[in-house]
């Protein structure tokens, strides 16, 4: 039981590692095969509309295109299993786009929220929204992504995670505001260490560099 | 050929086992609908005391809206609307999450996870903080 503890993180990442591969797979066999049939779907002149479903089904199909009747209902309704999958998580609208088009990308990207939630949960304990967890999360998920994909990419994945038609202005420029501070930061200190990183997060919530609509630990320098 | 099939077999057992432990690891701790039951009671949801309700009032209401069916296929803003808004966090910020318990060591959330139609899919009861 305790070897089982003490290795917990350990074998918490290979699983993680595993299952983030698996899905890759996934999403990329969804991408080829979609692909083939998106073309096939195409070539075959079938319209869209009522006779769509009908008509897909009965095309001609060869040997690389026989699967594709099964996804008839998706091709007539426009959409892919990609899509359903990406939609069943409440990405947005942007997201959806982007990570259609750059699958891995966009799996190492969410990875990486994961790794910003570990760190402000280390430092807030709870996870709650508009004050500085919410900030912390923000500039540290914008750091890593800099750090990993570059600004301008960074920028791209940020910027259509903000892209929410039912977010509240005010929450939006909040994130906005604490994303860039990321980087600016990232900008700045391209090659900072984790520790330069948290002293500096320590230092922007004491000189008020982020935004922070409802805080939580004022008093405190904005910390616990 | 039966080193392949071997293979195959051991790869789509370690897929599926994976993928069952890895879904309780991105989850996080949560409680079922009996625990929470047990834990806080079952009140039925009034959703206007639940909005400007304390923990203790939105804690014993958990148990109805976990298993509310008629709550899934909502969407966001009907949620937002009649809960108010949201304090805790699960997963992405879009998630309605409403802390129902805040102890040292111990804060749960209900969390309304939606899909990119912004209506509601699942209702889970998640230990926010601390593992």
Known sequence: MFVLEKYKHLLQYFIMAGISLLILLLALSFQVRASVCDDWFVKSKISKGEQCVSSCLTARTDLSTFLCPQSCDKLCGASSEIDHLLQSYGLTRDEIVFCRSHASVCLAAYALTWEAETVCAGIYGKSSKNDESDACRHFYWSVLLSRKFGLKQAKTILNAHENTPDEPDDERQMDLKNNSVGMMFFKTNPKSTDAELLQFFKDGLKSNKFSILAPKHGKNGGLP | ?131
């Open chain 2, 1 to 131: 050929m039966i080193k392949r099939k071997v293979f195959l077999i051991s790869l789509i057992v370690f897929g599926v086992s994976a993928a069952l432990m890895a879904q309780s690891f991105w989850k996080g701790q949560t409680m079922s609908a009996n625990q929470v039951a047990e834990k806080w009671g079952q009140e039925s949801l009034d959703m206007t005391k639940f909005k400007d309700g304390d923990y203790s009032i939105k804690s014993k209401m958990a148990y109805s809206i976990l298993t509310d069916k008629s709550l899934i296929g909502k969407n966001k803003k009907y949620i937002v609307d009649n809960f108010g808004s949201y304090d805790g966090f699960y997963f992405i910020d879009s998630y309605p999450a409403y802390i129902i318990q805040d102890q040292p060591k111990e804060v749960w959330q209900i969390v309304f996870k939606i899909n990119s139609d912004r209506q509601v899919r699942e209702i889970i009861v998640h230990k926010n903080c601390c593992e």
